[in-house]
């Protein structure tokens, strides 16, 4: 968007919170390994240039979100489903790992400053990583999940259906 916007010939592709979660979440619902790690990536750019004074790329809890649903869209994928660049073992868990680490960076103090929110892990945050282990075929995911359950009322969040 960056090497768009600095052409001058487009500047509605000037990066700001609202384009920027919007392409994570085109990346995201592409269900594959390579959008959820460009939706990954977007993100922290945008960490990056929020850190670096750019106020419009604020992020915030719908571009975490955004890059979390990019993770539990694919787990429980067959790696050769997912569309990665790199090899893994088949029926990993490794994107519901990384929707839970999204999850818990939310969670931190240090992301809250980017949302502003008090407690920037929501209950449709959860939702979306619980969904992401349930959909995992790794022994263990039922009892990660219910650890998070237990956790959510600590972040201000309610287990729902």
């Known amino acids: 968007m960056r090497a768009l916007?600095?052409?001058?010939?487009?500047?509605?592709?000037?990066?700001?919170?609202?384009?920027?979660?919007?392409?994570?979440?085109?990346?995201?619902?592409?269900?594959?390994?390579?959008?959820?790690?460009?939706?990954?990536?977007?993100?922290?750019?945008?960490?990056?240039?929020?850190?670096?004074?750019?106020?419009?790329?604020?992020?915030?809890?719908?571009?975490?979100?955004?890059?979390?649903?990019?993770?539990?869209?694919?787990?429980?994928?067959?790696?050769?489903?997912?569309?990665?660049?790199?090899?893994?073992?088949?029926?990993d868990d490794i994107p519901a790992e990384r929707a839970e680490m999204f999850l818990r960076r939310m969670a931190r103090d240090s992301s809250r400053r980017y949302t502003g929110q008090a407690s920037a892990a929501s209950t449709f945050a959860f939702n979306i990583v619980l969904d992401g282990w349930a959909k995992g075929m790794k022994g263990g995911a039922v009892y990660t999940a219910l650890?998070?359950?237990?956790?959510?009322?600590?972040h201000g969040a309610v287990p729902s259906a």
Not at 147 to 154: F, T, W
């Open 5 to 91: 916007a600095s052409t001058g010939r487009n500047r509605s592709a000037v990066p700001d919170s609202i384009r920027v979660s919007t392409v994570i979440s085109c990346h995201a619902r592409s269900k594959t390994r390579r959008g959820a790690e460009w939706g990954e990536r977007m993100l922290d750019d945008a960490i990056a240039m929020y850190n670096d004074g750019d106020e419009r790329v604020k992020p915030d809890v719908i571009m975490f979100n955004c890059a979390i649903l990019g993770w539990t869209g694919i787990s429980g994928v067959e790696s050769e489903q997912q569309g990665s660049s790199s090899s893994n073992n088949g029926g």
């Open 147 to 154: 650890g998070l359950m237990e956790e959510m009322p600590d």
